[in-house]
């Protein structure tokens, strides 16, 4: 969907400002060597090649750089001191990258009602949900950085009781947002010792929604741990292999689906854009009934239930993060299981982001409601009107597919959508890597992430990324802020 | 121009209930507007260009704008004359008047042609637009039994009922009335009903969510009920379907017509206001369409080419215009006969706008509200579009409705948080004129329930409840609201703003503004209830005698007092000496007090201390301070000679000391004060404080004779006297700086004897916070008579000392105000000096805050977007100096202007001679 992606760029050495972790690139491993000989020093070097472990560097760095580009880097840079993985693969799509940097650096470094201390640990709650283990990390750094107490860090039963409360919510928000009442607002705003004001719950909510949402970028795109972290680097010599192995194998892998299933694939994209083409024509020739379309959408959502991804046999081994979490056996359960008391649909008429959410936001934290306002805006309408290698298409009708995929796997409902559009546009292996990577993404695996869309830009698998972290975000937020507005009445 | 029509009521056409006639007349002339297609076809071409032959027909309603004329007598017959030219028979005299009415025949262009209805009471000036002109001529005759009952609902007696409620089963999304104001319908999510208004209750009437299988269809996001036709009703639906009904069908299931032609939720429906067929929707999807309801399909789509409209509605005078809002914050005004571009756009908001309405009588004025909180009233009525008023509420603003009759009164409910429905009268923005508070839950939908009368407003909620409310029922916010204010200017000034009443007793007081006393509040009828509370007020502006003297004090001691950077002692003295120039004899004093409180004895002595005996003599502190100077010669012996009974004297009785002190001292003045009254009592008054100082000085004074010698002078480079050693200063004060007082030739003397027991002496018992509850109450004192400047003062001073004593929030608000207060004073350099030495976090952080500074490269002009001063268009440093071409580092001035400049120093010698930029660009560089 990326123009500017358009001729790959070979990438031999990249271009050294913007990126520290590449520079010192395997080819000096010679220089390397020598110097820890002789200084019996240990240098640490990365473990993998570039940002993510989906996605080929020479993806992800571009050299002509244009300046408002650059720029974000800069700006990114200059106000965190580094330029993180997540910012160079978001950083494929700068126009989104920049509204993104804004609200974070907003949520965490500028006037709010919570200490920068709470905001970090929130963040770290909120990551540990997903065993999101780079974000964990990440901010247990900066938590300590703005002067957070280190015993915090043992887990939590060391926090003070009114980040305790806050748990609660974290765990619903991060699994079954639907499940959020007033009565959990209540309880988190009553009167007493740890006690949260209406305005700090607000924040702790954008938080906590960010990071959760985050989390499935980060393990969606196979975000590579920071060089600095557990993970993200070794002592040991750089073993051909593993390096060849890994670049090879991003390379192999996909040159062999290509090859096995090009035909399979490129058929695939023409179906889909033909169906597109249909769709977008009118829908004269099958006009759906009402009841069709009520059933269609409970049958979008019972489908969603047969595409639980294929169990894992690599089970993460979860166990540094398990003292930040409570519970952990609460996970994304299905709503809409058969035989179960379902709770009812989420009406997005009823309660929009544009309408409700904002306003409510607005009172209680005002900038913030205008940059995800901004950020929300920005991803839904990204294009670049291209798909794979076709130029000039109206990717509209299937952004909005997406987004109104990912909206049903949390239970809410458009009115004016016919589902029945989902089941034509996304192929099954993207709705099991859509519905994965929201509902639980530390399931995510490279197979799933190769899987489908075989013929297109890693940019534009990044840019599913956004809409699932924006439309995952904006689905708990809004299920949060009804409970607060419900509260508040 | 001969009369175009005549029409006889016979008595028993008025008898006939609710039939009408409409007469039809063709027209062959081409009046050049070629008909759009909107109109009905009247089926009859007529090629004859005059007046020839009516035709008969039932009308279906009344038209909407109804707008009284004359209101003297029963009008019969009306006749209309080509001139528009209105002739009315009236009765009882069998005579004709003629009305000319004002805009009245065809105008080019697009407007509606006006014909008028007479009524028993008055003449109403209807608007009836021709649409289609070379076909068709629609001439309205009224009915006489309608419009009586139209008349008299203006005059209030048929609308009749209290402020009642009902509950809906659900949640409504909105409500419409009927035009007789008789029946309102309630669509929401799950309800579609219509309820019919009694005077005690609404009774429900038709339930119209019928069906077996109740498809999305029913889901309304809106509804209207059309003013022409009664059985006429259209919905929007969230599933982007747009419906009409008809309630007069036989059949259980009153669906008309379904539009499915949007393809995302219909935000809005709006009939058109005189035409019966035309219908206009706006939705999610960024399309207004037109339907023509005789047609299955639209006749016409507009597209906004922007993002989701969310309200659109039809102009009332202008036959062919509508108004759009949109998501994206702008209003577009569209013809309806040019579906290709909108007339006009403009932003009217930040943000979505959620509603618009037009005015109902002047043309050109819409209300629009949206998320930012704000309703606008905009003047179209011109080419530039205005903003004629503004009203800022407190939450989004979902709905807006102009309130009959009234030019100036809007009503609003919001979006969310905020239930209430509030009255504006948007000449007063500020405070709401009336309040409607009866809602549990966000009010969706309001309408005024008749087309000429505001005093019923109906509204349904979230909350699953309809109200009717009574406009004499709402409350009046500014009953409540203080009509005074007062404030204090810089100087020292009192403005006093009040009502007249108040002042009307003294009338020498120059009042403000006294000519336009009743400025903006006239109102063509004298209803008190209708008016804003005449609240002229008047605004006294006291001044403080001695002009603006009084308070130079202020600003000069900000100047000049010295808070950090020596011993505290010498602070002491500096401040203290300031204070006294400044003839402030009580600060001097407390400076002078504090510096004995806590700095060494020898600081007694110095000279400032001879000198403040010496000019303030007048005060009645001089007795104490002549008393110290004794005391000071006599404590010591008397101490040595009490040294094995002092401590536990001074364990016991705290005012053991004194006591003694007094006996010993028959000659001063201080021994006349009741002994326990010094040390028991904590007014923080002078005297006392005194008593206590020149008790607890020579105590001090032992302790710190012996190291004089030793480290003189040590500490004036010390320059934090806030560190927390202040027990080292004043170890190492400069004892013997002066040594002109009484106290050298007494220190050779003592200091060999003292120094065995004083040491331990103090430390046990004269804590160095001994004093610390008193000289804080001295700064509450102080802080409380307004002086917030010593306060702050004292504790800049002091520092450690006594900062523990008084809690954060008190500190935090005496810093706050002081430096408010500096900062109105433009002292911007001393406020910040007092914010760096603050030691609450939260004063600290104020100069932390917005400190980015935009520049522009000097060379490329552009806004230096990238950090560091190497501009990243032009690749060259942009500090160079323009004077001598050398990079600035340092102190860099440059000119707003033009983006020039250079070292200070450069600048200012260049601006004694010049005053064009130095850089030679001819701008002429204002530095300020």
Redesign the interface.
């Known amino acids: 969907m990326r123009v500017s992606a358009a001729a790959p760029v070979p990438a031999p050495a990249p271009s050294g400002r913007l990126e520290p972790v590449v520079t010192d690139c395997p080819s000096c491993q010679q220089c390397d060597r020598v110097r820890s000989k002789d200084r019996r020093v240990k240098i640490p070097r990365p473990l993998g090649q570039g940002p993510s472990a989906f996605i080929p560097v020479k993806e992800i760095l571009q050299k002509d750089l244009e300046d408002a580009e650059r720029q974000i880097f800069i700006e990114a840079f200059v106000s965190t001191g580094r330029v993180d993985n997540v910012t160079m693969v978001m950083g494929m799509h700068s126009q989104y990258l920049e509204s993104f940097w804004k609200t974070q650096y907003y949520l965490l470094q500028m006037d709010g009602p919570l200490p920068y201390h709470y905001r970090h640990y929130i963040a770290v709650m909120a990551a540990a949900r997903h065993q999101c283990s780079y974000l964990v990390s990440l901010h247990i750094n900066e938590f300590l950085q703005v002067g957070g107490n280190p015993d915090w860090l043992n887990g939590l039963n060391f926090v003070p009781q009114k980040m305790r409360t806050l748990n609660e919510i974290n765990k619903i928000l991060a699994h079954r947002p639907w499940l959020i009442t007033k009565e959990h607002i209540e309880n988190l705003l009553k009167t007493g010792e740890s006690s949260w004001s209406l305005a700090e719950l607000i924040h702790a909510v954008v938080l906590l929604t960010h990071y959760h949402s985050l989390a499935s970028f980060v393990l969606g795109c196979g975000i590579r741990p920071e060089l600095d972290q557990d993970g993200g680097y070794t002592f040991g010599p750089p073993s051909p292999q593993s390096c060849d192995s890994d670049s090879a194998s991003n390379s192999g892998s996909e040159e062999a689906v290509n090859g096995n299933a090009s035909r399979d694939g490129l058929q695939e994209l023409e179906v889909l854009i033909e169906k597109m083409k249909l769709l977008q024509e009118g829908r004269q020739d099958e006009e759906a009934s009402q009841e069709e379309m009520a059933t269609r959408f409970e049958r979008e959502k019972r489908e969603s239930l047969l595409v639980a991804p294929a169990d894992d046999n690599e089970s993460l081994s979860p166990t540094n993060l398990s003292c930040f979490v409570e519970d952990a056996d609460f996970g994304y359960k299905d709503f809409s299981r058969r035989g179960e008391q379902t709770p009812p649909t989420f009406r997005a008429q009823d309660y929009s982001w544009e309408d409700h959410g904002y306003s409510l936001i607005n009172r209680l934290y005002p900038e913030v409601g205008q940059l995800l306002d901004e950020k929300f805006q920005v991803v839904y309408n990204l294009t670049y009107n291209t798909m794979a290698m076709h130029c000039d298409v109206d990717t509209s009708m299937l952004r909005r597919a997406i987004w109104n995929y990912i909206h049903c796997v949390f239970g809410i409902r458009y009115d004016d959508y016919d589902y029945g559009e989902v089941n034509q546009l996304l192929e099954r292996s993207l709705k099991i890597y859509i519905k994965t990577v929201a509902c639980y993404p530390e399931k995510t695996t490279k197979r799933m992430y190769v899987g489908f869309w075989r013929h297109f830009r890693h940019s534009e698998k990044v840019h599913i990324n956004l809409l699932l972290l924006e439309a995952r975000m904006q689905a708990a937020l809004l299920y949060a802020l009804r409970a607060i507005t419900r509260y508040m009445t | 121009m001969g009369s175009l029509g005549e029409v006889d009521h016979s008595e028993d056409y008025v008898e006939e209930q609710g039939s009408y006639l409409q007469l039809m007349k063709g027209r062959g002339e081409d009046h050049g507007e070629s008909g759009s297609a909107l109109a009905a076809p009247s089926g009859q071409e007529d090629t004859v260009d005059t007046p020839r032959h009516f035709r008969a027909q039932p009308f279906p309603s009344l038209p909407k704008r109804a707008e009284r004329l004359v209101a003297q007598a029963h009008v019969t017959r009306v006749y209309i004359t080509w001139g528009g030219t209105l002739v009315g028979v009236v009765a009882g005299e069998g005579r004709r008047r003629r009305f000319p009415v004002a805009g009245g025949g065809r105008k080019g262009g697009g407007d509606g042609f006006r014909v008028h209805g007479g009524g028993r009471q008055a003449f109403h000036k209807i608007d009836l637009p021709l649409h289609n002109w070379q076909r068709c001529l629609k001439l309205l005759v009224f009915s006489m039994e309608k419009m009586a009952r139209v008349t008299t609902v203006l005059s209030g007696s048929t609308i009749t009922g209290r402020t009642m409620f009902c509950h809906l089963d659900a949640p409504a999304n909105a409500i419409s009335v009927c035009r007789d104001a008789a029946q309102v319908v309630v669509a929401g999510?799950n309800i579609f009903k219509i309820y019919s208004i009694e005077e005690e209750q609404f009774v429900e009437r038709a339930n119209l969510r019928v069906g077996r299988?109740l498809?999305?269809?029913f889901?309304c996001?809106d509804v209207v009920w059309h003013q022409m036709d009664d059985n006429l009703l259209a919905t929007a639906?969230?599933?982007?379907a747009v419906v009409t009904w008809n309630l007069g069908k036989p059949s259980r299931n009153k669906q008309d017509q379904l539009f499915?032609e949007?393809?995302?939720?219909v935000n809005k429906v709006c009939f058109h206001p005189n035409e019966v067929n035309m219908l206009l929707s706006g939705s999610?999807d960024g399309y207004m369409k037109c339907f023509d309801l005789r047609k299955r399909e639209s006749v016409s789509t507009f597209s906004g080419q922007s993002e989701s409209v969310r309200d659109v509605q039809f102009s009332i005078k202008d036959y062919f215009a509508f108004a759009a809002s949109f998501?994206n914050g702008n209003v577009q005004l569209w013809d309806i006969r040019r579906p290709d571009r909108y007339e006009r756009m403009f932003t009217a908001h930040n943000?979505?706008v959620?509603c618009c309405d037009w005015h109902p009588d002047d043309r050109g004025w819409l209300a629009t509200g949206g998320?930012d909180k704000m309703v606008k009233v905009w003047d179209l009525s011109t080419t530039r579009t205005k903003e004629v008023y503004c009203v800022q509420t407190i939450?989004?603003v979902?709905r807006v409705k102009w309130r009959p009759e009234m030019k100036y009164h809007l009503a609003t409910c919001s979006?969310?948080?905020d239930?209430n429905i509030y009255v504006w009268d948007i000449r007063r923005p500020y405070i709401p004129f009336g309040m409607f508070e009866e809602h549990?839950?966000?009010t969706t939908g309001i309408i005024w329930r008749h087309i000429h009368d505001p005093y019923y407003l109906l509204s349904g909620s979230k909350?699953s409840t309809l109200y009717q409310h009574m406009f004499k029922d709402a409350s009046r916010p500014v009953d409540r609201a203080n009509p005074e204010g007062l404030c204090y200017g810089l100087f020292g000034d009192l403005a006093f703003a009040g009502k007249d009443s108040m002042f009307t007793s003294d009338s020498n007081r120059k009042t403000y503004g006294g000519e336009r006393r009743y400025p903006i509040f006239f109102f063509k009828k004298p209803d008190l209830s209708e008016q804003f509370a005449n609240v002229s007020s008047s605004l006294n502006v006291f001044e403080m005698e001695g002009g603006s003297n009084s308070v130079d004090w202020f600003v000069n001691m900000a100047q000049q007092y010295i808070l950090t950077g020596r011993s505290l002692a010498e602070l002491c003295d500096h401040n203290a000496k300031i204070a006294k120039e400044l003839y402030r004899y009580q600060v001097a004093q407390t400076w002078t007090m504090l510096r004995i409180v806590y700095s060494s004895p020898g600081a007694i002595s110095s000279v400032n201390l001879n000198q403040s005996i010496g000019k303030s003599g007048g005060l009645p502190l001089m007795n104490s301070l002549k008393e110290l100077s004794v005391a000071l010669n006599n404590e010591p012996r008397l101490e040595r000679g009490k040294a094995e009974n002092w401590q536990e004297m001074n364990h016991i009785h705290s005012s053991n000391p004194l006591i003694t002190a007094n006996e010993e001292n028959e000659e001063t003045e201080g021994s006349d004060v009741p002994a326990d009254y010094l040390f028991g009592d904590v007014e923080g008054d002078e005297d006392d404080l005194y008593m206590v100082d020149h008790e607890n000085a020579p105590a001090e004074e032992h302790e710190y004779i012996l190291p004089q010698e030793a480290f003189q002078l040590r500490h004036e480079i010390i320059d934090n006297p806030s560190a927390p050693d202040h027990l080292q200063d004043k170890v190492e004060s400069p004892h013997v700086s002066g040594n002109e007082a009484e106290t050298v030739c007494l220190t050779p003397i003592e200091s060999f004897s003292l120094m065995s027991i004083s040491q331990p002496l103090y430390d046990a018992y004269l804590p160095a916070d001994y004093f610390n509850s008193l000289v804080k109450d001295m700064l509450h004192y102080y802080a409380e008579q307004g002086d917030v400047q010593m306060a702050v003062s004292v504790l800049i001073v002091l520092g450690d000392r006594i900062r523990k004593e008084i809690d954060e929030q008190t500190q935090e608000h005496w810093y706050t105000s002081y430096i408010d207060l500096l900062q109105r004073f433009k002292l911007w350099n001393v406020s910040n000096e007092v914010i760096k030495l603050s030691t609450c976090s939260s004063i600290n952080c104020f100069n932390q805050a917005s400190t980015s500074l935009h520049i522009n490269c000097s060379n490329c002009k552009r806004p230096m977007?990238?950090?560091g001063w190497i501009c990243?268009r032009c690749r060259q440093c942009a500090s160079m100096c323009a004077v001598c071409h050398q990079v600035v580092k340092g102190l860099f001035v440059w000119c707003q202007g033009c983006s020039h400049g250079g070292h200070l120093q450069h600048i200012m010698n260049w601006l004694r001679t010049s005053s064009h930029c130095p850089a030679g660009c001819g701008h002429l560089c204002e530095y300020t």
């Open positions: 999510r299988k498809s999305l269809n889901s996001a639906a969230t599933n982007g499915t949007h393809k995302r939720t999610q998501e943000g979505p959620f998320r939450a989004s979902a979006m969310m948080v239930h549990k839950d966000v909350d977007s990238s950090k990243d």
